[in-house]
Nanobody, 123 residues
Framework: QVQLVESGGGLVQAGGSLRLSCAASGRTFSSYAMGWFRQAPGKEREFVAAKSWSGVNTDYADSVKGRFTISRDNTKNTVYLQMNSLKPDDTAVYYC????????????????WGQGTQVTVSS
């Protein structure tokens, strides 16, 4: 069992930055691939970024490539999402997810999900 708790969301002006954190409970965090997703009002949840359990492999949605960076610290059981050059279109509830494989994350099939943190980007 893995419990995920996101933090770091908030209100920021366009062009600004935020860093989201996702703290995981459980001793097996390092064996899970981790990912970030987001859901804007009236839209379906979409993939944002993924990191393999080893940290070697990383994937990004085209919409955030070059602006967002996913990282993980297995010693702290935490995954991060650094978001720079934020745009109003980035406004959404951001969720982190854990899965047994990076492929599952890329397919939107997390085994565990956090409760989400709101990110609002004003123009």
């Amino acid at each position: 069992q893995v419990q995920l708790v996101e933090s770091g969301g908030g209100l920021v002006q366009a062009g600004g930055s935020l860093r989201l954190s996702c703290a995981a409970s459980g001793r097996t965090f390092s064996s899970y691939a981790m990912g970030w997703f987001r859901q804007a009002p009236g839209k379906e949840r979409e993939f944002v970024a993924a990191k393999s359990w080893s940290g070697v492999n990383t994937d990004y949605a085209d919409s955030v490539k070059g602006r967002f960076t996913i990282s993980r610290d297995n010693t702290k059981n935490t995954v991060y999402l650094q978001m720079n050059s934020l745009k109003p279109d980035d406004t959404a509830v951001y969720y982190c997810a854990a899965a047994q494989s990076r492929g599952s994350i890329l397919n939107g099939k997390g085994d565990y999900w956090g409760q989400g943190t709101q990110v609002t980007v004003s123009s």
